[in-house]
């Protein structure tokens, strides 16, 4: 049996996908024990759910993280082995987001954005008051979250490294194949291109890459070269470093405010410069210094600009050319001429501030691809609380060095150590033989109806069902089965050593008459010098079945409670003494014609171990046709092979449903036990709370005691269980 399981096993997981592993039952559970150990101060579980639909890479709502296997990353992976390191490293992203992620804090920062303002308050620069001014939120809140992204992910990915360095190599093999997929050019790279290409370099998309980039990779890409971009850019890398590196999510937020404010003060300039460079040339009119003198004042006062800094500028254009002035001009309508330009150089001021509005909205939509690519593709909803504590927090005045050893190297290879998957691999593979044996469960059950139905003269038709534990099922087995697994571990022990003497055979001395003479008694004056051997002797070969009444009125009391007791403590002591045994509960369902319903809550051929749970299952419903339900359990017993076949019935009562009364049901009943008694199938029945009378009527009185079922009458319940594992014990010796 065993190289038979082994051999479907091995043929499963030859057949498995990499879809059907990684959203196993059993994949589940590994990946939810990753997460419980990494959240483990929650003290709470942290469900996971695998997707494979859609292009979002994971999302977290504090409760449930959500993997895609549909993502890019993983599916350009060759090998299982590589997709499941990617999966754990996405894993621990979420869980990082999750213990150290503000996001009641991260929500505000955006409120306040969007309403022109930023939070925690910093000291605004002129360039971004003025921002404020033209709904700068609205413009600016891409680039604001793509900003506050990679440093959120770049912080909480050095924390998680730190606190699981083992599975830690898994979140560093996502870094490297993000970082890769970006395929972010150096500056200098960069640089060449444009002058290869003959063009110039896009500086705000290269200022952008280089900070994000270093915010989340800790990667700097601007090489050797020295210019006020690069200038701009290490002036900005130590409050990035400060921001990456402090615990306190408001000293956080403040650096990515005070690196935001910079980066709008660098696209503000590059938006001028660019609209400088768009304005055509006047035409020259005269070659006089004094005139050309004149066209630049001119177009100095004319560009187009709205800001306080270009006002200034045109003030100290007038100071510098004062001394010259006589020679500009000495034609006495001067007046009318300076207030026509000034009218001119009004409407032009008002055509270059909508001009430079459309070019920030051009140069927004240009960045936006950029900022969807460098910010993470996941999603984070709201916690309740922020998961941080306040040991965690630390203050500006303690500071904050980068932890060493942190940083990340895209040159380094090292990968995670390679991992062996095949006891997963089993265990998943196991879990889908599984379900194929429900499925031949549920068909030889169907076919046991059928038979049953061809000697019968009632032709009612069945539904077998064979469920999942639900949670009540689940919640009453935690809290009973320990104390349960105890009896049954009681009777067990009892009976271990009379099996194993009765296996291993023995030896009767000191015998007065026997089949040996044993000569180490000769001495003896009593003459008993004789032997006998006891030869060793097999364990009965047994099969066992129990089946629970699940009509209405075992909701009275504690009947239900006390029957799925007396089936566990069953079930498990035949566990524990490795004889198969079987479970049904039998009702009716609420349509019309009274449909039996047998369900089955544990099977011997099952393979996924949730028997025990699925006991729990067993409540009351409707009706009962308890001659239908004992005859197809009967009916099943007649087709195993073992030598001694028990049927073990528990009810409260007599058969009770449309068409089948006491008078019917109560013939049916006898006539069951007594055919299958015939051949050879002990049928054991107990009389629970105050029904024994009822019960010892239905399957005792009126019938020949070598064909009628034996009766047990236990009105106290708590001791039936524990009688129903001696009847057994019984069977065995």
């Known amino acids: 049996m065993a190289k038979v399981l082994r051999r479907l096993l091995n043929e499963v997981k030859d057949k498995m996908t990499d879809e059907e592993f990684f959203t196993s039952k059993v994949m589940k559970q590994h990946f939810e024990s990753i997460i419980e150990g990494v959240c483990k101060t929650f003290h709470r579980r942290i469900a996971i759910k695998i997707i494979n639909e859609g292009s979002s890479v994971a999302y977290t709502n504090g409760d449930t993280i959500t993997i895609n296997l549909n993502n890019g990353w993983i599916k350009k992976q060759a090998s299982r082995l590589d997709k499941y390191y990617i999966i754990v490293g996405i894993i621990l992203h979420e869980c990082g987001h999750i213990l150290y992620t503000d996001f009641k804090l991260m929500e505000k920062c955006f409120d306040a954005l969007t309403n022109n303002r930023l939070f925690p308050i910093i000291d605004y620069s002129e360039t971004l008051s003025e921002c404020f001014d033209d709904n ?26 730190r606190y699981v360095p083992g599975y830690g190599e898994c979140l560093m093999k996502v870094r490297k194949l993000h970082l890769a997929q970006e395929g972010i050019k150096t500056y200098e790279e960069q640089l060449k291109e444009a002058e290869e290409a003959g063009k110039d370099i896009d500086r705000i998309g290269t200022i952008m890459s280089l900070v994000l980039i270093y915010a989340k ?18 002036g900005m890398t130590p409050h990035v470093d400060a921001a990456v590196n402090t615990n306190n999510a408001t000293l956080r937020k403040r650096e990515v405010n005070i690196i935001f404010d910079m980066l709008i003060d660098f696209i503000s300039d590059e938006i001028k410069k660019e609209k400088e460079k768009e304005q055509p040339e006047p035409e020259e009119e005269t070659s006089d210094p004094s005139e050309e003198d004149e066209k630049d004042t001119s177009e100095e006062d004319t560009e187009p600009d709205s800001d306080e800094e270009d006002a200034e500028s045109d003030t100290d254009e007038e100071e510098r050319d004062e001394p010259s002035s006589p020679s500009v001009s000495e034609d006495d309508g001067d007046s009318e001429e300076e207030g026509s330009s000034e009218e001119a150089e009004e409407s032009e001021r008002t055509m270059s501030k909508e001009e430079m509005e459309k070019a920030l909205e051009e140069t927004l939509a240009g960045l936006g691809d950029l900022c969807d690519e460098m910010s993470d593709k996941t999603e984070h909803s709201d916690t309740p609380e922020n998961p941080v504590s306040d040991e965690d927090e630390i203050t500006e005045a303690e500071g904050n060095a980068p932890d060493e050893g942190m940083d990340f190297d895209p040159s380094n290879e090292d990968g995670p150590e390679e991992w062996d998957l095949s006891y997963l691999e089993d265990l998943a593979a196991e879990e889908e033989l599984a379900i194929v044996t429900k499925k031949q469960i549920v068909k030889a059950m169907t076919k046991n109806a059928d038979d049953t139905r061809k000697g019968r003269t009632d032709k009612y038709p069945s539904i077998q069902k064979y469920a999942e534990p639900d949670d009540e099922a689940i919640a009453m087995f935690t809290s009973q089965h320990e104390e349960l697994d105890r009896i049954a571990r009681r009777v067990k022990k009892n009976l271990d050593k009379v099996i194993k003497e009765r296996q291993k055979g023995d030896r009767l001395n000191g015998l007065y008459t026997g089949k040996q003479l044993d000569s180490s008694h000769a001495y003896r004056k009593d003459k008993r010098i004789f032997a006998n051997k006891i030869l060793p002797e097999d364990v009965p070969d047994m099969e066992v079945c129990v089946l629970v009444d699940c009509s209405g009125s075992m909701c009275c009391r504690s009947r239900m409670d006390q029957s799925r007791k007396c089936a566990y403590i069953t079930w498990k002591f035949c566990q524990f003494m490795g004889i198969p045994c079987s479970v049904y509960g039998h009702t009716t369902d609420a349509c019309p014609e009274r449909h039996v319903v047998m369900t089955c809550v544990a099977h011997p051929d099952n393979l996924d171990k949730d028997d025990d749970k699925r006991i729990f299952m067993l409540r009351p419903e409707y009706d009962n046709r308890d001659g239908w339900a004992v005859n197809f359990c009967a009916e099943a017993l007649n087709k195993s092979s073992a030598t001694s076949r028990m049927l073990l019935i528990i009810s409260d009562g007599l058969p009770a449903a449309e068409g089948y009364g006491e008078t019917l049901g109560k013939r049916d009943c006898q006539e069951v036990v007594k055919r299958y008694r015939k051949k050879g199938i002990s049928v054991i029945t107990a009389g629970i709370d105050d029904c024994a009378g009822d019960i010892k009527s239905l399957y005792v009185d009126g019938i020949a005691p070598k064909d009628a079922a034996k009766f047990l009458d236990y009105s106290d319940m708590t001791q039936l269980p524990k009688a129903f594992a001696t009847i057994i014990k019984k069977e065995l010796l």
């Not at 609205?138 to 912080?155: K, S, T």
């Not at 990779?217 to 290490?234: H, W």
């Open 217 to 234: 990779f800790g990667v700097d890409n601007a090489g050797d070269m020295s210019d006020d971009l690069t200038e701009l850019f290490y």
């Open 136 to 161: 700068m939120g609205n413009r600016f809140l891409g680039i604001y979250q793509a900003l506050d992204n990679c440093v959120e992910d770049g912080h909480i990915e050095k924390r998680v490294i």
